[in-house]
């Protein structure tokens, strides 16, 4: 098999209110876990990873703001969640987001500033055709 070069084919999640399809949410490591990671998809083919550790005070604190967010501010302060609830909570969600770039040096960080909202997403599913079609 023969390799090709290509030129820059990777794309960047725009800058600014963006909204952003969750694709999937993994706990790792599946046993005990430790962190979680947030795979999201922007409309113009885009992907970005997020992972928040659960052992660290502000990724914490985020997650926490995001259930906020995400439950529309209804449940009380305190209110404790946990983590192996997480994939089932945000996944196939669409997150409505401020997205903040952070040069360093020669690399460009994609980070999620906050989430404004979050929605139900629409998965494509292929057509299937009914049973009576066949009569």
Request: a negative charge; glycine letters at 6%; proline letters at 6%.
């Amino acid at each position: 098999m023969a390799i090709k070069i290509t030129k820059s084919t990777f794309k960047k999640v725009p800058e600014g209110r963006q909204e952003l399809f969750i694709e999937n949410v993994e706990l790792v490591p599946s046993g005990k876990p430790q962190k979680v990671i947030f795979n999201y998809k922007h409309e113009n083919g885009a992907t970005m990873k997020e992972t928040l550790d659960f052992n660290k005070e502000v990724p914490v604190k985020i997650l926490g703001s995001r259930c906020d967010v995400l439950y529309d501010g209804k449940l009380p302060e305190g209110t404790e969640i946990e983590p192996t609830d997480l994939p089932e909570m945000f996944l196939n969600k669409i997150a409505t987001c401020m997205i903040k770039y952070k040069e360093v040096g020669d690399k460009t960080y994609v980070n999620i500033g906050w989430v404004e909202s979050y929605r139900d997403g629409v998965v494509d599913k292929p057509d299937v055709a009914d049973e009576d079609d066949d009569l």
